[in-house]
């Protein structure tokens, strides 16, 4: 081989570990690997803020590490597509998708896809398209997913440089527990994966994680110290709702903000579930107020309501009170204990103290996930009552003070019909 040979095929081979693509000639990867919008440059990858496309780390398989490679092996019909962003591992699944004629989700996906021909500069990117193909999909939750972390650091008053970057910062940090690793707090990245099919989907969690589950699924490897969120399109569970791209999107800001705020200065241990589902409640109806999602306890019933007017349903609510007092809801710690009334109240509740601004959020979840001996992340009090004494600090409420305080919000801003 000549000289020049050899550099030419440097060349390629620093190209293709750029990418995180096999070193292999182009022909080689398959051609639904082979993104049309970036063609796998390591520049147009680099502008879009991507790490890699596969292979990458993703989870465990009992203690073992598992890569992308993994899945894809056994899921070998499926044609996973994978994107690694900075704080994020998503493999998806999903379909072309039909941008309907409604107005506000016409306005909605322009909006987004103006987003990503911007921050990209991606020639062919189109903002009016009609079709979200497979690949542009992929695009927009890996900047959905990016898009709600950096929010949800501006809520929790902190950046990225306030965490622990490895093990020697971290035993560096005496005086103030900031979590394990950079993430905020948790040693690694967030895992997604979106399938279109529930049989995919469950032919994952079988293999995977050794269980099969009827909705969505968060799970924790422990050992690789990352946080995951499952679930599919078409899961009979959701009664079809996944499949409008809308619906998928505020399903999976509802699922990110559960993982962020479990993982926010490390996953040591359960919130109470109003401080964990009215958040998710409340940035998921962000997107659309007409499709919710519920989190519910292992093997229990998918709870079924398609009343979205919550602000109505909270007026309605308040005039029977037929729902739990705050001084019992603030103590649950299943989230079988709470019914339909119980997430519309604790989403409005939620309401009332983002309304107060970010700064007191940021210190109630600080403090509230704070309950650990800063030298050994070992948790020390009662939960319940460490977050009630988050409350006080942040809010300046106590249980009885946020119901009172609450009421008179809700008659004061919400419709009457």
């Known amino acids: 081989m000549t000289a020049p040979a050899i550099r030419t095929l440097g060349v390629l081979l620093?190209?293709?570990?750029?990418?995180g693509l096999p070193a292999q000639k182009d022909r080689d990867v398959p051609r639904f690997r082979i993104d049309p919008y970036t063609r796998n440059e390591p520049k147009a990858l680099e502008k879009l803020g991507y790490v890699s496309y596969a292979p990458i780390p993703f989870g465990q398989r009992g203690t073992k590490a598992v890569t992308s490679e993994d899945i894809d092996t056994h899921l070998d019909y499926a044609e996973i597509l994978w994107i690694e962003t900075a704080h994020f591992r998503l493999g998806t699944t999903l379909d072309n998708w039909a941008v309907p004629l409604d107005p506000d989700t016409k306005a909605k996906i322009r909006d987004e896809l103006t987003r990503l021909k911007e921050r990209?500069?991606?020639?062919?990117?189109?903002?009016?398209?009609?079709?979200?193909?497979?690949?542009?999909?992929?695009?927009?939750?890996?900047?959905?997913?990016?898009?709600?972390?950096?929010e949800m650091l501006t809520w929790f008053g902190m950046t990225d440089a306030d965490f622990p970057a490895?093990?020697?910062?971290?035993?560096?940090?005496?005086?103030?527990?900031a979590g394990e690793g950079p993430y905020l707090g948790q040693k690694d990245k967030y895992l997604f994966?979106?399938?279109?099919?529930?049989?995919?989907?469950?032919?994952?969690?079988?293999s995977f994680i050794g269980r099969r589950t009827a909705g969505g699924q968060q799970w924790n490897f422990k050992d690789v110290d990352s946080l995951l969120y499952a679930c599919a399109a078409d899961n009979p569970e959701e009664d079809g709702r996944l499949k409008d791209d809308s619906a998928?999107?505020?399903?999976?800001?509802?699922?990110?903000?559960?993982?962020?705020?479990?993982?926010f200065l490390h996953y040591n241990y359960d919130l109470p579930v109003w401080m964990r589902e009215g958040p998710a409640h409340w940035f998921e109806r962000r997107i659309s107020p007409r499709f919710n999602s519920f989190t519910r306890s292992e093997g229990a019933a998918m709870l079924e309501n398609r009343q979205w007017r919550w602000e109505?349903?909270?007026?309605?609510?308040?005039?029977?009170?037929?729902?739990?007092?705050?001084?019992?809801l603030m103590s649950w710690r299943d989230f079988g204990q709470m019914d339909f009334p119980d997430h519309v109240m604790a989403w409005s509740r939620w309401d009332y103290l983002m309304s107060l601004g970010k700064e007191p959020f940021g210190v109630l979840m600080q403090k509230a996930k704070s309950l650990v001996d800063p030298m050994t992340g070992v948790m020390r009090g009662d939960v319940v009552e460490g977050c009630r004494e988050a409350l006080r600090e942040a809010y300046q409420l106590s249980p009885l003070t946020l119901d009172e305080r609450w009421k008179e919000w809700v008659l004061e801003n919400y419709p009457t019909r």
């Open 193 to 206: 994966l979106l399938f279109e099919r529930n049989t995919t989907y469950q032919d994952y969690l079988q």
């Open 120 to 150: 990209s500069g991606l020639s062919k990117v189109n903002p009016k398209t009609r079709v979200l193909d497979r690949w542009l999909r992929a695009h927009l939750f890996a900047q959905r997913l990016e898009e709600h972390y950096a």
């Open 248 to 263: 998928l999107h505020g399903h999976v800001v509802h699922a990110l903000t559960h993982n962020l705020i479990n993982g």
């Open 14 to 19: 620093t190209l293709l570990a750029a990418t």
């Open 166 to 177: 490895d093990a020697e910062a971290r035993a560096k940090m005496t005086g103030r527990y």
């Open 312 to 328: 109505l349903e909270t007026r309605k609510l308040l005039g029977n009170d037929k729902f739990a007092p705050f001084t019992e």
